[in-house]
């Protein structure tokens, strides 16, 4: 299986997927090596040029997430890791990372102690991605914010202001997360 999700052809590449599942759903206890092996593979697909590889990416990944054979934990630690330099600078690696971030949190809200919001958003400053010269990392990070502070409150937005953030883009943040959470 490991094999086949770093194998570049998409027939093969999916079929390990399908196969990665079908494994999963018969197994108690998923083996931890292998699937931290298997997201970090995953997790390197998100940013993949092929759309096809990155949803199937995103599908495996929230799959994984929600078996009970494997332990949530693994997969945020895993998503948590800091991108190398080379990738982060272009901007593609961390607007996807990012971006599952947030479909992880809200996938997970539910299990909110094993999806912290504050190691989220650490990783989020790490990555430079509030001042990130791609336009598309900071509205990714900022989607971020928007999203963990629905499920969590305003204190995720108030918790920027100690940050290198701009007070305009802080403000903005809560603006928004007002506009939301009175919808509701």
């Known amino acids: ?45 998100l940013s993949d040029s092929s759309r096809k590889v ?17 332990d949530l934990s693994q997969i945020v630690n895993s998503s948590l890791r800091k991108i190398k330099s080379k990738e982060s600078k272009g901007g593609r690696a961390v607007k996807a990372r990012l971006e599952w971030l947030d479909k992880l949190a809200v996938e997970t809200h539910s299990q909110a102690m094993d999806v912290p919001w504050s190691r989220l958003l650490e990783f989020a400053k790490a990555s430079r991605a509030f001042d990130h010269k791609d336009a598309a990392v900071r509205d990714a990070a ?7 502070s629905v499920i969590h409150g305003e ?15 802080c403000d903005g943040l809560i603006s928004r997360h007002l506009e939301l959470t009175k919808c509701k």
Do not use: M
């Open 155 to 169: 204190s995720v937005l108030q918790s920027l202001k100690s940050w290198p953030v701009s007070l305009r883009v």
């Open 54 to 70: 990155v949803e199937g990416s995103e599908i495996a990944l929230l799959s994984l997430a929600n078996f009970e054979c494997v």
């Open 1 to 45: 299986i490991e094999f086949g999700i770093v194998d570049k052809n998409q027939q093969v590449y999916l079929s390990a997927l399908v196969l990665l599942s079908s494994t999963l759903a018969q197994t108690e206890r998923a083996p931890t090596n292998h699937i931290s092996r298997i997201v970090s593979q995953l997790l390197q697909k």
């Open 142 to 148: 900022k989607s971020l914010a928007i999203t963990l």
